[in-house]
């Protein structure tokens, strides 16, 4: 049986990564999960210089999942360098760099940063608010999405995934526009906006007042945004968005993600992306198949 898939000349032995944000950056998880059998391990996004992230209260507990404004805390590139690589680059697993950034100077000295480090790939998250652009997210304007893309492929060292915002009217126009600016590929997606309020504090549940809503409640809506961004670009696709069993990985897969991320479930329970490498092979099992391609963007019209 063949799990193995190939993204811009990265082969992983399984289509099964975690995503951004969730999952640290491996060691507190590699307690509970050999990180071994994981086609990659993602790490949480890094900015060029340390990240406070945003005032507490961040996160909450929602019906079918949670909201989070973290706001992106994180140590800053250089102590992801010395501290979280060299501890990754003991595993059997590809390593993708998530970036974050509030201007493009800032994305493009991390990823200048990165080109010489060992790691696979770089997963740029283009959720984060444009400080040039009044704040509207760098996701949001597909003109912005080319020009930092192809800004990003210039320095890059190792192939760019550009990690989609769902919350854009057409997700398949800043699809096409990671494409045309040289994208690898394209993931997604980040969390959907949304707001909680506490009504006997009479105020809002996060201090940051809005936060993205993650969790088993996005799950058809990444379906659908991952089924409609894989029919408009060539480059691969990788699904994620609500992933708590290898069925809702397999859903994801058949609409066309090449590869698919477990999020928010690793809070639940740290083995979800160990258990979904394992269910996809029984199901592979299960219905005789050969090869991991023969699911990809395999649902019958
Ligand atoms: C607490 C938390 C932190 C996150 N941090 C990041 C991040 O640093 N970079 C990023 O691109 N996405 C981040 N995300 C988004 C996830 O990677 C993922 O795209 C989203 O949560 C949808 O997947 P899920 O429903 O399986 O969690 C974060 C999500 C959560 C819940």
């Known amino acids: 049986m063949n799990t193995k898939i190939n993204i811009a000349g990265v ?29 990659a391990v993602t790490t949480k996004g890094v900015a060029n210089v340390p ?15 949670m909201m ?3 706001g992106l805390q994180n140590p800053g590139v250089d102590v992801f360098c010395e501290r979280d690589i060299p501890f990754l680059r003991k595993y059997d697993t590809k390593i993708i760099v998530n970036v974050c950034g509030h201007a493009p100077e800032e994305y493009l000295a991390v990823v200048e940063r990165l080109a010489d480090e060992p790691i696979d790939m770089m997963e740029i998250n283009i959720s984060c608010p444009n400080v040039n652009a009044g704040f509207l997210a760098f996701g949001q304007d597909a003109r912005n999405v080319e020009t930092l893309t192809a800004q990003i492929k210039k320095l890059a060292k190792q192939p760019v995934i550009m990690k989609l915002t769902p ?11 990671a494409e045309a600016g040289g994208a690898d590929a394209v993931s997604l997606i980040n969390t959907l906006t949304g707001m909680k309020i506490d009504i006997h504090r009479r105020t809002f549940a996060l201090a940051n007042k809005t936060g993205g809503v993650s969790g088993p409640a996005i799950h058809p809506v990444a379906v659908r945004m991952v089924y409609q961004t894989a029919q408009a670009v060539k480059i691969p696709v990788i699904g994620m968005g609500g992933i708590a ?24 329970d740290p083995q979800t992306a160990e258990k979904v490498v394992e269910g996809i ?11 991991i391609h023969d699911l990809i963007g395999g649902v019958r019209e």
Request: no cysteine; proline share 3%; glycine share 10%.
């Open 11 to 39: 082969e992983w032995k399984n289509p099964v990564t975690v995503a951004s944000g969730t999952f640290g950056s491996g060691e507190e998880f590699s307690e509970y999960v050999d990180l071994n059998r994981l086609g």
């Open 245 to 268: 069993t290898a069925e809702d990985a397999i859903e994801m897969i058949l609409a066309g993600a090449t590869a698919v991320a477990v999020g928010t479930a690793n809070f639940a």
């Open 68 to 70: 989070n404004a973290i």
């Open 51 to 65: 990240w406070a992230g945003n005032p507490t209260p961040r996160v909450a507990e929602v019906y079918g999942g």
């Open 167 to 177: 919350n854009v009217t057409d997700i398949t126009e800043i699809a096409r526009a």
């Open 281 to 291: 092979e029984h199901y592979m099992e299960q219905y005789g198949i050969e090869d």
